[in-house]
């Protein structure tokens, strides 16, 4: 199991939310490169690096920081918040993202999507499916869709989806542990996708159960900003 620290961007510095709350905004560090190179310092591999200006006005903005990130460390970066177009997923590749994470339009414009994963490869894409009570929410977690999860995977899967980053938002930046059975539950019914399993994750016991249940990777977050997981506990895992 991969595991993959998260940068939340607003503003250029790096902050936390509660719930996907941007009212409930923590800046961390003023300057989310020297937070990257932390996680590559201590031996961790990938960063999970998201937009949260971009998520919340329906395209990138925080470039300068994705692009330093990029060429200055080694990391293997997934990124979302804001894609909307086929240019920007271009210039983020270009920049040296290996993954995006496609959300909100992923909702609002299957077809374009479908299209991306053929264009661009499955290996490439992400398919970002942030949930409350069972259903999909969008737009930086600000708007709900009226979609249940398991018809939103049912229907990327025929089009060659192989990666879904699932966020419950319940769970996150509430350190009070991920909602397990809601993986479980997504691998029993879509066994041949590789579930990234994202919010909650409070402690390292948390990772052993996902790892358990066969996730594929695990985004931490405010475990890390909060002292409760130790970058060195991390990479030994």
């Not at 800046?27 to 990938?46: D, Q, R, S």
């Not at 804001?82 to 909100?104: A, H, P």
């Amino acid at each position: 199991m991969r595991i993959i620290p998260a940068i939340d961007i607003i503003d250029g510095k790096c902050v936390r939310l509660t719930q996907g709350d941007y009212a409930q905004k923590k800046i961390y560090n003023e300057n989310p490169v020297e937070v990257a190179k932390e996680f590559e310092n201590a031996g961790l591999k990938y960063l999970h690096l998201v937009d949260l200006d971009g998520a919340k006005v329906g395209k990138v903005v925080n470039w300068n920081v994705v692009e330093s990130i990029c060429k200055e460390t080694g990391l293997d970066v997934d990124f979302g918040g804001g894609i909307k177009t086929e240019e920007q997923i271009e210039r983020l590749f270009s920049y040296g993202i290996k993954q995006v994470n496609l959300g909100s339009i992923a909702v609002k414009d299957p077809k374009k999507v479908s299209d991306w994963i053929r264009l661009f490869g499955s290996e490439k894409i992400i398919l970002s499916a942030d949930v409350k009570n069972e259903m999909i929410a969008i737009s930086g977690w600000q708007e709900s869709a009226a979609i249940p999860i398991t018809t939103f995977l049912r229907d990327y899967v025929h089009n060659g989806i192989e990666y879904v980053a699932c966020t419950d938002i319940s769970t996150d930046g509430m350190l009070s542990g991920p909602n397990v059975d809601l993986y479980k539950n997504i691998l029993l019914t879509f066994p041949q996708l590789q579930i990234i399993a994202s919010g909650g994750v409070s402690c390292l016991e948390d990772l052993f159960e996902l790892n358990q249940i066969g996730a594929d990777g695990v985004i931490v977050g405010k475990a890390i900003y909060e002292g409760r997981i130790k970058l060195d506990e991390l990479a030994e895992f």
